[in-house]
């Protein structure tokens, strides 16, 4: 009983200590909708448009040589036929291997501008956390509910608008 009406006491005696201060981030929206983020999406998808062009145009050149082979299937020899359909195999492995070489360039242009932005966002961050005496700032995903003042996603991304506008590519 002793030890009960001590914890008891303890917790009202201290209580405004025991509190940190806690705000979320969602880090997500900041990518997307900050200055530099829509810079870097723009960029992005500037070259993903380039080279879904492209490569529809190569694959459109492709279809018309499958078509071109099969209509002339009667009129060419066996042996002939078969290596011109050989090398169409080929031409197409290396139109599959050069698309998704691209997809991977531009996958990690991606993470590479992301991680710069979160690399100039990190030093933004701690200083907002230092002078609002923020004690955990946690990443909006993995909260399921909070309250919407804890939320200091706009006040970063205002941060962030003020000291970066853009990457050098």
């Given at each position: 009983m002793k030890k009960?009406?001590?914890y008891f006491l303890l917790l009202f005696i201290f209580p405004l200590n025991t509190f940190a201060k806690i705000a979320y981030i969602d880090l997500n929206f900041i990518l997307n909708n900050s200055d530099v983020g829509k810079f870097v999406n723009l960029?992005?998808?500037k070259i993903k448009k380039e080279n879904y062009s492209k490569y529809k145009q190569q694959e459109n050149k492709l279809i018309e040589k499958e078509q071109l082979l099969i209509s002339q299937k009667n009129i060419l020899n066996e042996i002939e036929f078969k290596k011109k359909i050989l090398a169409l195999n080929e031409e197409v492995k290396k139109y599959r291997t050069d698309k998704k070489?691209?997809?991977?360039?531009?996958n990690k242009i991606k993470i590479d501008y992301t991680k710069e932005i979160l690399k100039s966002l990190n030093p933004i961050i701690a200083k907002y956390v230092d002078l609002n005496s923020i004690s955990i700032v946690i990443p909006k995903k993995n909260i399921i509910v909070g309250k919407k003042n804890l939320d200091i996603t706009d006040q970063i991304i205002m941060l962030l608008n003020d000291n970066i506008k853009k990457i050098n590519f």
């Open positions: 009960f009406l001590f960029h992005i998808e070489d691209s997809i991977d360039r531009i």
